[in-house]
């Protein structure tokens, strides 16, 4: 059982090469579930309706409509399970264990119907390049559970601080939430404007879902255990639609870039981690990247900031 006492615990570490099959697999699950969520939800603006949320043991879906009945899927990260509880309090699920892809959704699917649960779901993984069935994907089958542990405690301590982050606003904001596609935290502000339509072209992903997620000027943030241009877990921060002279603007702390590639601010994990404060170095990285989106843009920061007296 881990101690959130350490520092150590409190923020370990997490090197992308030590769990990078574990990660992967993982985010194939994770989006099996989210699309469960999906398939029964009504829309909701800019797919919030498909997202899942940090719990004090792992993921959870959150109640999810079923004619009258309601249920949730939570991945327990502590006892290492996938629970799904009905709100007539019939219960099911399964070990969360070295298994395929393909294993682990014949294996809740099973289960599903157990439960008089049936749900269909799109099968295709998104955002992901070459994506693999889910029930025909064997390559996927890694879980060490020490590093899904430590994954869900980063989470837990981000979640936390970027809620911070997220009560200094009031216009719109989103929830504080994980977006299984890229297996992303993330928090989103809105500056009440209409944004220009989006280009799209994100593999595998549908672009009228991605026009519609950025309708509207935001400044969004979050966490990501990282990939391709970004081999490590990091912190990140953009805006869209993506103001002249942003990626030039001064950050805090000294540690974080513009990252041309992903044309985002990068803070590295391990920089906040490390750092004496690392909630203070967290917060001064989304408050000033929010602060260059929403300058430069030209924001009415006064109507859409809570006072800090308040």
């Known amino acids: 059982m881990p101690s959130f006492g350490s520092r150590d615990e409190t923020w370990p570490s997490l090197a992308l090469e030590s769990w990078s099959d574990t990660c992967a697999t993982l985010h194939m ?9 999906r398939a029964q939800s009504p829309w909701i603006n800019h797919s919030w309706h498909v997202t899942l949320y940090v719990t004090s043991r792992g993921l ?11 249920f949730q899927i939570e991945f327990d990260f502590l006892n290492h399970s996938l629970a799904i509880e009905s709100c007539d309090g019939r219960t099911g699920g399964l070990p969360l264990e070295p298994q395929s892809v393909a294993a682990f959704y014949h294996r809740l699917m099973e289960e599903m119907r157990r439960l008089d649960l049936n749900v269909s779901i799109n099968k295709k993984p998104n955002e992901v390049p070459e994506p693999i069935r889910f029930d025909q994907d064997e390559t996927h089958r890694a879980y060490d559970p020490d590093y899904a542990n430590r994954f869900w405690r980063i989470l837990v301590q981000a979640d936390r601080v970027m809620k911070e982050f997220r009560g200094r606003f009031i216009g719109k904001c989103s929830p504080v939430h994980l977006f299984w596609g890229a297996l992303d ?3 989103t502000r809105f500056s009440g404007r209409r944004a220009p339509k989006h280009p799209g072209g994100i593999p595998n992903l549908p672009d009228p879902v991605t026009q519609e997620a950025y309708s509207h000027e935001v400044s969004s943030c979050g966490f990501w255990p990282g990939g391709g241009a970004i081999p490590y877990p990091a912190f990140y921060s953009y805006a869209y639609p993506e103001p002249v002279g942003f990626s ?17 601010f990068i803070l590295a994990y391990d920089v906040v981690r490390q750092a004496e404060f690392p909630d203070q170095t967290l917060l001064d990285f989304l408050q000033t990247t929010y602060e260059a989106a929403s300058m430069l843009a030209h924001w009415d920061r006064e109507a859409l900031e809570r006072s800090r007296e308040t």
């Open 60 to 70: 959870t879906t959150s109640p999810i409509p079923y004619g009258v009945r309601t």
């Open 29 to 37: 699950w994770a989006q099996i579930v989210g699309k469960i969520r």
């Open 185 to 187: 935290l993330a928090v």
């Open 248 to 264: 030039g603007a001064f950050v805090k702390p000294d540690a974080a870039f513009y990252s041309t590639d992903l044309r985002e």
